[in-house]
Nanobody
């Protein structure tokens, strides 16, 4: 098993930036594909970004492509989500997820492990 803990959420004005972190403990982090998802009030949890085990491949939802960047540091067992040009529509609880595979994972049900989430609120 792997335990995931997100941090870095908060309140920011539109146009601002935040960097989320997800620290992993347990099994070998470098063998896991990682992803970020978010759930806005009254909506389903949706895909945001994904990264392969070595960071060589990334994929983004259309709504965040060009504004958000996913990265990972396997030496620190941490995955990051750099969020720039934030909009009120980005307000949500952000979750990181892990799946023991070398490829990319996009679908929510492909991930086996989830963090508790961190709140991001973007004010207009």
């Amino acid at each position: 098993q792997v335990q995931l803990v997100e941090s870095g959420g908060g309140l920011v004005q539109a146009g601002g930036s935040l960097r989320l972190s997800c620290a992993a403990a347990g099994r070998t982090f470098s063998t896991y594909a990682m992803g970020w998802f978010r759930r806005a009030p009254g909506k389903e949890r949706e895909f945001v970004a994904a990264i392969s085990w070595n960071g060589g491949d990334t994929y983004y939802a259309d709504s965040v492509r060009g504004r958000f960047t996913i990265s990972r540091d396997n030496a620190k067992n941490t995955v990051y989500l750099q969020m720039n040009s934030l909009k009120p529509g980005d307000t949500a609880v952000y979750y990181c997820a892990a799946d023991e595979t070398y490829g990319l994972r996009v679908a929510r049900d492909e991930y086996d492990y989830w963090g508790q989430g961190t709140q991001v609120t973007v004010s207009s």
